[in-house]
């Protein structure tokens, strides 16, 4: 159980297109979602968290304008990068926990999307 | 500031027992994980402690001493599948969770 999927698993776009990735909790509901960001051989960044429902909260220095955070429905959250530039590629994950509010014991982690802008 | 420290890399024999330490500094404790992540995969969660004691599950087992600010990971019998990065993270006084930038494992034959 607690299985989240992301997908795409890898995407290459060219310089100023937008890129959706979608993260899905597969057999649970997702109360909390949380978007990471990993540059290689880095730990994981903390994007933002998501609650169904309502706004992201983002990290700061995260630009809220370029990197769109959807949370409709209990097992589904989006990530968009808007007008995406070679800076942005990077490895993206996504996180699923079932409680709401904060990160607890029970956080699950979808596979990655590796966002490469040519 | 808020910080978690691990070594960068390690390395170990098949068969052998590694320890890997973790130490933090972070404004305020709601427990400790400690995650395994796969070059180009996504963390798996190891284990996570929030009392004072050694967690053990399996072959892994995780170790916490917050009067020291101090946590270990140690991995008995180790198997080449272990090769992996283990990621120490704190979940601070505002549920954040705090990452340390992980310890590379290189086992040897």
């Known amino acids: 159980g607690a299985v989240v999927s992301q997908h795409p698993s890898r995407v290459i776009c060219k310089s100023g297109t937008s890129v959706k990735i979608e993260c899905r909790s597969l057999d649970f509901q997702a109360t909390t979602m949380f978007w990471y960001r990993q540059f290689p051989k880095k730990s994981l960044m903390l994007m933002a968290t998501?609650?169904?429902?309502?706004?992201?909260?983002?990290e700061q220095g995260v630009e809220k304008d370029k990197f769109l955070i959807n949370h409709a429905s209990l097992t589904l959250s989006t990530l968009t990068v808007t007008s995406a530039h070679p800076e942005d590629s990077s490895f993206y994950i996504c996180s699923a926990s079932p409680k709401a509010g904060g990160i607890y014991n029970e956080q699950f982690f979808g596979p990655g999307t590796r966002l490469t802008v040519l | 500031g808020q910080n978690i420290d691990q070594p960068t890399e390690m390395t170990a024999t098949e068969g052998a027992i590694v320890q890997i330490n973790c130490t933090y500094q972070?404004?305020?404790?709601?427990?400790l994980f400690w995650y395994q992540q796969h070059a180009g995969e996504a963390p798996t969660f190891l284990s996570y402690n929030v009392l004072d004691g050694l967690e053990e599950k399996g072959r892994f087992s995780s170790f916490l001493s917050r009067s020291k600010g101090y946590s270990y990971l140690l991995l008995k019998e180790l198997q080449m599948k272990d090769s992996a990065s283990y990621l120490c993270a704190v979940l601070d006084s505002n549920y954040q969770l705090i990452w340390g930038a992980g310890t590379k494992l290189i086992i040897k034959p």
């Open positions: 998501s609650n169904e429902g309502s706004k992201a909260t983002y």
């Open positions: 972070t404004s305020g404790f709601n427990g």
